[in-house]
Each structure stands twice: as structure tokens, then as C-alpha cells.
């Protein structure tokens, strides 16, 4: 019984390393199943000596797998179609630039309760609420008649300056970053192979840009009117969008066409 057992586990283990070999290792594995029987394996020592006669190169002797080439692959129609956007879309920083140092010249219309109408106001009143807000915020009058002319001082803002070197910054990053994927192995004479991202290094300019164009001086128009009954004020504006946006909401104007909506905490 003792003498089947062993030859028993033998041949197993030996079968179940058949499956990880080639047919060499598997004609050497039965030659040695074969020397296996017919050896005296009765004692101890005869099943160590054998076992230890096995073949150890059974997996080394399996051929490696060869590594396969991995090639990526896209649709180069999207790639160039989003490349193409992007080339046309940059030059929007460079006007972000030059246009922070010009005023955004707007005209708009608004409208107040007339004389006629209960907590009205007249012209002259009208006239005085916005000579006294115009004046508040640094602007003289250059000229009176039937369109008056305001004209102030705007001076340069830092936080603006910073905003535009933030702004800078992200669009040569993006741009550095097209061209390490576009230009992957280009090699300049003098540098090697370029790091594009030290383009990023320029993006200070933007705000000494701004800095350097110093403060602006604006001009704001602004013509009054009422209607026959007197029961609404037009104020016709000319001016910096963002001063004309402080102005009526501070002297409460209606825009003209519009219907104001009372908001949820109001």
C-alpha cells in the first residue's frame, strides 16, 4: 500500500506539470514516470533520491510569451479639427489684453416716475440726483446743454492686473502643452529639445501691460426727457458699460423695455 501511494503521487505531480510544457520537457517527464517504476522505492531514502531526481527546468523550458507592441491609436480628423479650434480661438487672449485698457463704451436708455405721477420726480430733480452721483465718483462736467458731458478719471486697479496675468498664465500653459504633444521630438540646434512650458514665464507681461497704459480718462453723456403727461423721466446714457451699470442701480432707473422682477430676498 505504502509503495502504491508514492507511485501514485509521483505520476500526479508529474501530470500536472505536463500542461506548462513543451513536447521535449513532456518526453523527458515520461522517460523519467517510466525510470520511476522501475526503480525500488520501498524505503525512505530511495523516494527522497528519486524525487530529487525530477526535472527542476520544467517551466524554464516553457518558450516566453514575446511581448506585444502596444500602438496607440485616433482619429486624427477630431485631433486637427480640435487643433484648428484652439489656434483660432488663442488670439482672443491677446485682445483680452489690449481691450482692458479701453473703456466699453455702451448706450442705453432708462426710465423714472415723471412729476405727474406720486413720489415722482421733475427734470431738474432728476438732473441733480445725477449731477451729485457723477460728481461722487470723480467726474466734472465738461460741458451743459441739452446732453450733458461728464468726463473722469478711471484710475488702473491691481486686481484687474493680477487677473490678467492669472488668465495669461492658463493660456500658455495650453499652449505649451499643444506644442510638447504636437512636437514631440523636434530638436533645435542650439537647445536640444525644447520645454515649452517656459513660456509660461511670460505671462507677467500681461499686467505690467496693463500697469504701463496707466489711468484712462472717460467721458459720460447723458440726456433727459419726459413725455407729454409727465408721468416718466428717459434718461438716455452714453458711457463705460461698468459705470452705467453703478448708475442705475444706485439712482434706481428702469431700463427702457424692461420689466423689473423683485428678487427672492427683496
Avoid: H
Avoid at 413720489?119 to 445725477?130: F, H, T, V
Amino acid at each position: 500500500m505504502y509503495r502504491l501511494t508514492t507511485i501514485t503521487s509521483a505520476l500526479l505531480l508529474l501530470t500536472s506539470t505536463e500542461a506548462f510544457t513543451t513536447p521535449s520537457s513532456i518526453q523527458k517527464n515520461i522517460k523519467t514516470s517510466t525510470a520511476l517504476n522501475m526503480m525500488d522505492i520501498d524505503t525512505p531514502a530511495n523516494i527522497l533520491s528519486t524525487m530529487a531526481s525530477l526535472p527542476t527546468n520544467i517551466l524554464a523550458d516553457a518558450p516566453a510569451a514575446p511581448p506585444g507592441d502596444f500602438v496607440p491609436s485616433y482619429s486624427k480628423a477630431s485631433y486637427y479639427t480640435v487643433l484648428g479650434l484652439y489656434v483660432m480661438s488663442f488670439p482672443g487672449i491677446w485682445s483680452q489684453i489690449k481691450r482692458s485698457t479701453k473703456a466699453k463704451v455702451k448706450r442705453k436708455t432708462y426710465i423714472s416716475d415723471g412729476e405727474a405721477v406720486d413720489g415722482g420726480k421733475d427734470l431738474r430733480q432728476q438732473a441733480g440726483e445725477i449731477m451729485a452721483y457723477m460728481k461722487a465718483n470723480n467726474y466734472e462736467v465738461v460741458e451743459a446743454g441739452e446732453v450733458i458731458t461728464f468726463r473722469g478719471l478711471v484710475q488702473r486697479s491691481a486686481s484687474q492686473a493680477y487677473f490678467l496675468v492669472f488668465c495669461t498664465l492658463l493660456g500658455m500653459a495650453s499652449l505649451a502643452l499643444v506644442l510638447q504633444i504636437q512636437f514631440q521630438d523636434l530638436m533645435l540646434p542650439v537647445i536640444g529639445k525644447p520645454n515649452w512650458f517656459y513660456l509660461c514665464l511670460l505671462s507677467p507681461y500681461a499686467g505690467i501691460y496693463y500697469w504701463q497704459a496707466g489711468d484712462r480718462v472717460d467721458d459720460f453723456k447723458v440726456k433727459l426727457a419726459s413725455n407729454d403727461e409727465d408721468t416718466e423721466n428717459e434718461v438716455t446714457v452714453e458711457g463705460n458699460d461698468e459705470e452705467i451699470d453703478r448708475m442705475w442701480r444706485a439712482l434706481e432707473l428702469r431700463e427702457k423695455g424692461m420689466v423689473k422682477v423683485a428678487g427672492i430676498m427683496e
